[in-house]
């Protein structure tokens, strides 16, 4: 969306209010690290960031997963199956940012880019103000789930994902952990998930496991 009818100044100070009240991320921002801190950014970028702002003010359902190894595919059909059964009745697109995954959530912002990867047929969606959508989405959202996979673990941007949850001033926002196979239960990254579930009723589940092990109990 346009800001063009918001001067500079008055955008610059909207941006950074906003951004002052979700609290800047330990390690700052992503885009400081290629833009530069937020007094350096021009009107453009800024109107970049109001954009992603108003993109993921309206997000009801966020999803945390590890793109790896077919999480992508998982999380985009689970935001397929999400929005198939709240409106059954419907075919017409669904707005990405309702249900956010993430940079392709913000597809229609000018700065999110398209990246091809090399030796597969998978397109990677990159944007230099990701972090700003995905904590504004957690501080919108009704709901949250984790996809927790081996890859999940291995990437510190999804961890930081669940951190955001645990600091976010949205209290009433429910939370659930599905929690895939070859995963160490007994981690140091999964004992604070475990806590964090416990002392937040979230609800906690095992995929594809054996019914015998009892860890198909939802919490």
């Known amino acids: 969306s346009s800001v063009t009818n918001i001067d500079s100044k008055n955008i610059e100070e909207h941006v950074a209010d906003r951004l002052s009240d979700l609290g800047r991320p330990d390690g700052g921002w992503f885009f400081e690290k290629s833009l530069g801190t937020l007094k350096n950014l ?4 800024l109107a970049g960031i109001h954009d992603a702002l108003k993109l993921t003010d309206g997000v009801k359902n966020i999803v945390s997963f590890g793109a ?3 999480g992508f595919e998982l999380a985009m059909q689970f935001r397929h199956d999400l929005y198939r059964s709240q409106h059954p009745d419907e075919n017409s697109p669904h707005d990405a940012a309702t249900h956010y995954l993430d940079a392709i ?3 229609s912002n000018k700065f999110t880019k398209l990246e091809k990867l090399q030796h597969v047929d998978v397109f990677k969606m990159q944007n230099p103000f990701w972090d ?5 989405g957690i501080a919108h959202a009704k709901k949250m789930a984790f996809f927790i996979t081996p890859e ?3 990437s510190d941007f ?3 994902e669940f951190q955001w949850l645990s600091e976010t001033k949205n209290k009433d926002i429910k939370s659930a952990f599905v929690i895939f196979k070859d995963v160490d239960l007994k981690s140091k990254d999964m004992t604070s998930i475990f806590n964090f579930a416990d002392i937040h009723k979230s609800r906690v589940m095992m995929a594809s496991t054996p019914p015998e092990s009892g860890l198909n109990n939802v919490k």
């Open 132 to 136: 700003v959508g995905y904590k504004n």
């Open 158 to 160: 999804c961890k930081q």
């Open 68 to 70: 790896r190894e077919g």
């Open 105 to 107: 959530s913000l597809q």
């Open 152 to 154: 999940w673990l291995g």
């Open 42 to 45: 021009n009107l453009e970028q």
